[in-house]
């Protein structure tokens, strides 16, 4: 999983997506897992599955508060 946030920090969130998608699937359910494809999402400007990813990282022990405000950023840019 920390080899997916190094993905996104490299700005490669589709190769983060697909590393998540091979290693857990994309409905594994576990927080952390949620976290890291809610921001790669958000990189990707995917604001709808952001939201979804990042409302549901909330019980993530590394959610903070760049994640909330991705979150908030990525639900503003649904509203618009």
């Known amino acids: 999983l920390q080899y997916s946030f190094i993905q996104i ?7 983060a997506i697909k590393l998540i998608e091979e290693k857990y699937g994309l409905n594994a359910g576990h ?3 949620n976290l ?5 999402y958000f990189v990707k400007k995917d604001h ?4 979804y ?4 990282s ?3 022990v590394n959610y903070n508060a760049e994640a ?4 908030e950023i990525s639900r503003g840019s649904l509203n618009n």
Request: proline fraction near 7%.
């Open 9 to 15: 920090s490299l700005g490669q969130p589709d190769k």
């Open 31 to 33: 927080p952390d897992i």
């Open 36 to 40: 890291a494809l809610g921001t790669a």
């Open 48 to 51: 709808n599955s952001a939201v």
């Open 53 to 56: 990813y990042l409302e549901r």
């Open 58 to 60: 909330k019980d993530s």
């Open 68 to 71: 909330d405000e991705m979150l």
